[in-house]
C-alpha cells in the first residue's frame, strides 16, 4: 500500500523567508501527486496537483511543487511566505492505476511570523 | 464547479445515540465518495471508499458496523455513526470523484461530530 511521509510537523518562519516543505511517498508504480492547505478553521483546498508531465507543478498563491520520481519526493516550496500562509499542510498521493482512494501525510503546521 | 456539501456542519449527540451525516455534490454526479476522518491537530485517515449502488469499501481497522455508509445516488453519500461514544468525537470528512477514470477529488466543508 502507499504511504506518505512528510518529516516536519512543525515549521516557524518569518515573513518573506522561502520555504520548502518535505513530502515523500512510498509506492512503485505511477502516481499522483497533491498538496493541500488547511488555513485554520477552514475546509480543505487544493494547492497544487501532479499527474503527468512537466515535474514542476505551479499552484495557487505562488506555491510550486517538483516531483522528483528518483527520490519519491514532492517537496512543496514558495520563494517568500507571508503571515496569510499560515495553515497545515497536507502532502497526499494515489495510485496513478485505478484513479484510486487518496492517502494524506501526516501534514505539516506552518507558522508565519509577522 | 465541482462543490461537495455536508450537512450538519456540527452536530452533538449523546452517548448510545446514532447520528447520520450527509455529503452531497452540488454541480456534478460523483460515482465515488470517500469518507475520512481528522482528529485535531492530525491528518485525515480514510475510512471508507463509497461506490454508488454498492457496498462500501472499509479501510482496515474501521468498523463497518458502526460507520454505516449509503450511496444510494450519484449526489448523495451518507454516513451514519451507529451507538456513538465519546471516542468517536470528531471531524468527518467526504471527498467526491467527478467520473471514473478522474485523479481528482473535492472535499467537503466537514462535520463536527461531539459525543457527551
Known amino acids: 500500500a502507499q504511504s506518505v511521509s512528510q518529516h516536519n510537523h512543525h515549521v516557524i518562519l518569518s515573513e518573506a523567508a522561502s520555504l520548502e516543505l518535505g513530502c515523500n511517498y512510498s509506492y512503485g508504480g505511477t502516481v499522483n501527486l497533491f498538496w493541500y492547505v488547511q488555513y485554520p478553521g477552514q475546509h480543505l483546498q487544493l494547492l497544487l496537483k501532479y499527474f503527468s508531465g512537466d515535474p514542476l507543478v505551479k499552484g495557487i498563491k505562488g506555491f510550486e511543487a517538483e516531483f522528483i520520481k528518483s527520490k519519491f519526493s514532492f517537496n512543496l516550496r514558495k520563494p517568500s511566505v507571508q503571515w496569510s500562509d499560515t495553515a497545515e499542510y497536507f502532502c497526499?498521493?494515489?495510485?496513478?492505476?485505478?484513479?484510486?482512494?487518496?492517502?494524506f501525510g501526516s501534514g505539516t503546521r506552518l507558522s508565519i511570523r509577522p | 464547479g465541482a462543490v461537495v456539501s455536508q450537512h450538519p456542519s456540527r452536530v452533538i449527540c449523546k452517548s448510545g445515540t446514532s447520528v447520520k451525516i450527509e455529503c452531497r455534490s452540488l454541480?456534478?454526479?460523483?460515482?465515488?465518495m470517500f469518507w475520512y476522518r481528522q482528529f485535531p491537530k492530525q491528518s485525515l485517515m480514510l475510512m471508507a471508499t463509497s461506490n454508488e449502488g454498492s457496498k462500501a469499501t472499509y479501510e482496515q481497522g474501521v468498523e463497518k458496523d458502526k460507520f454505516l455508509i449509503n450511496h444510494a445516488s450519484l449526489t448523495l453519500s451518507t454516513l451514519t455513526v451507529t451507538s456513538a461514544h465519546p471516542e468517536d468525537s470528531s471531524f468527518y470528512i467526504c471527498s467526491a470523484r467527478n467520473q471514473e477514470g478522474s485523479y481528482e477529488q473535492y472535499f467537503g466543508p466537514g462535520t463536527r461530530l461531539t459525543v457527551t
Open positions: 497526499a498521493v494515489s495510485r496513478r492505476s485505478s484513479a484510486s482512494k487518496i492517502i
Open positions: 454541480d456534478f454526479q460523483a460515482t465515488t
